[in-house]
């Protein structure tokens, strides 16, 4: 519900702060005192088109605010998460005009489009005014409310479920149908690349299985081409050269000429020692590289054959636009292709049948939605039709139409237009509610509809701006009676020059206007008892307030 309303420089206003309780709240005051300007600053609250002649003479701009509460299970607060704006207890809306015709909105002091704040309080306000009609008047509504006022929420669950239930399924078939297609485009392609691999085999993690076998073998035939080049060096090929072997049988066969008197030492004895020492130190060497050659096992083809492989791979990987280690995978992927294009058929035919069978589902349970509209309909025609000859409106017709919508167009409502109509004449046939009425006519309408369906709207505050044009006596206590009786459910603001409307209230405000320093100044004020039976006796017999309208007054206070 509106909790406040704060205006700063609008038009008369300089500066106002309203309060608001639950209930019923009739705003009065003489033609001229500012009222209307007190609904437009409301008005730019909730996002209607700023305008800076609405800004106050010398100011620099307008500053309108407006406080709202509302239920933790109202969409207000769902629309808010949405934008990841906070949703506490308070819910400030702020507009702010500057002299240059540019406006601000802010929702809890974080900024907002316009177009976010109009549909925000959409959710909280509706205004029935002479020249707009939002809210009941807007068609979009009129299915949400009768549903409220006469369908059964279980059987409008039914309806949902089973619509979301058709369309899955016919979603899977859509798919099925697309992949079905796009893998027969491409069949010529899949089976040459199936074959491929399949030939190929890739395994999980072989790439790096192979790299490391590749360098593994790289580093081994490294090492038997060292040995080999060792024991060439030992043992020469080539007979022409001498190897070591032959270099130290040689050096021996020299040092063995060297001759000594008897009785002295060998000098070249160290000599021999020494070469025989290499010799044996040779035979060594040339039997651990005989034994380390033979360990090399080995085949001299592993290693071309590795890197035949592990080239193949990549080769494959490049070809297909994956990395080898996704090979596996793609051509997993390509055989279930084949195997869904080869089944495909068969499943899309199932999914035919069951998508058929779910439509038929959907069209049973929206047709006994329908039927079920249309005893609501007719109660619903019957209830609007009796609140009409109370409010003046005894010729009025009051039509519900129903259409059936063309199959593209249905949804979780089912398959019903519904829209709400008026023949305000006899003989004149039913139109859209806002082109037939008039502005009075309208607004009691919209009154009359508030009674019987006000359960069916989101909206926790209503305001009826002079819904009592043109009517008086036994007609606007009427409307004062309904008035009262839909505010025992949701706020109401009646704009009212009506004294009956007036006394149905729970509370009243004055709008007065009085000059200050030379200029013109808009004011409002909460009235006492005391206050109230003045200003409806004023509101009974004008400037000059007699005893007799006192009385009236206090009669009218007190029923």
């Not at 798919?175 to 690349?193: C, G, P």
């Not at 009262?484 to 009506?498: K, P």
């Amino acid at each position: 519900m509106l909790n406040s309303l704060s205006i700063r420089d609008v038009v008369l206003i300089e500066r106002l702060d309203l309060h608001f309780a639950a209930g019923l709240t009739a705003l009065t005051g003489e033609t001229g005192a500012g009222k209307s300007i007190l609904l437009d600053s409301l008005g730019l609250a909730l996002g209607a088109r700023a305008d800076s002649g609405l800004i106050r003479a010398g100011a620099a701009q307008a500053v309108v605010a407006a406080s709202f509460s509302a239920e933790s299970t109202h969409p207000v607060h769902g629309l808010l998460a949405e934008q990841g704006l906070d949703s506490g207890g308070e819910i400030l809306v702020r507009r702010i005009v500057t002299r240059d015709g540019r406006s601000r909105a802010l929702v809890n002091d974080q900024p907002v489009s316009v177009a976010f704040l109009k549909s925000l309080t959409a959710l909280l306000i509706e205004v029935q005014g002479q020249h707009e009609q939002v809210g009941l008047a807007d068609p979009a509504h009129h299915i949400a409310l009768l549903d409220a006022f006469g369908v059964p929420e279980a059987k409008r669950a039914e309806v949902v479920a089973a619509y979301r239930s058709w369309r899955d399924s016919a979603a899977r078939l859509a798919e099925a149908e697309r992949r079905i297609e796009e893998t027969a485009k491409e069949e010529e392609f899949l089976r040459h690349a199936a074959s491929e691999l399949e030939q190929l085999a890739p395994v999980e993690g072989e790439e790096e299985a192979l790299a490391a076998e590749r360098l593994r073998l790289q580093a081994g035939e490294r090492r038997a081409e060292a040995i080999a080049s060792a024991m060439t060096e030992l043992r020469p090929k080539d007979r022409r050269k001498d190897g070591p072997a032959a270099a130290l049988r040689a050096a021996a066969r020299a040092v063995a000429r060297i001759t000594v008197p008897a009785g002295h030492v060998n000098p070249a004895g160290p000599a021999m020692a020494a070469i025989e020492r290499a010799e044996i130190a040779l035979a060594e060497a040339e039997d651990f590289l005989e034994r380390l050659a033979a360990s090399e096992e080995d085949d001299p083809r592993a290693l071309e054959a590795t890197e035949e492989r592990l080239f193949a791979l990549r080769a494959a990987a490049r070809k297909h636009g994956v990395p080898v280690s996704e090979l596996p995978a793609f051509f997993r992927e390509l055989r279930a292709r084949l195997v869904a294009l080869e089944s495909g058929v068969a499943d899309i035919v199932a999914l035919t049948t069951e998508t058929a069978r779910l439509r038929g589902v959907y069209v049973e349970k929206a047709a006994s939605l329908s039927d079920q509209r249309a005893r609501a309909a007719a109660r619903l025609e019957k209830a609007i039709g009796a609140e009409l000859q109370p409010l003046k409106l005894e010729r009025a017709r009051f039509v519900v139409e129903r259409a059936m919508l063309p199959e593209p167009q249905w949804g979780p409502r089912g398959a019903d237009a519904i829209r709400f109509l008026i023949a305000t004449n006899p003989g004149e046939e039913p139109g859209a509610l806002d082109k037939i009425a008039s502005g009075g006519e309208l607004s009691r309408l919209m009154l009359a509809m508030k009674v019987v369906l006000s359960a069916g709207a989101d909206n926790e505050t209503l305001i009826f701006d002079e819904v009592d044009s043109g009517i008086g006596g036994a007609t606007a206590a009427a409307v004062g009676e309904r008035l009262a009786r839909v505010a025992e459910d949701v706020q109401v603001l009646v704009v009212t020059h009506s004294p009956q409307v007036a006394a149905r209230a729970a509370a009243q405000m004055r709008v007065q206007k009085r000059e200050s320093a030379g200029r013109a100044v808009t004011e409002v004020k909460i009235l006492t008892e005391a206050e109230r039976r003045e200003e409806i006796a004023r509101m009974l017999s004008g400037e000059s307030v007699t005893e007799a309208a006192r009385q009236a007054a206090e009669s009218l206070l007190t029923r």
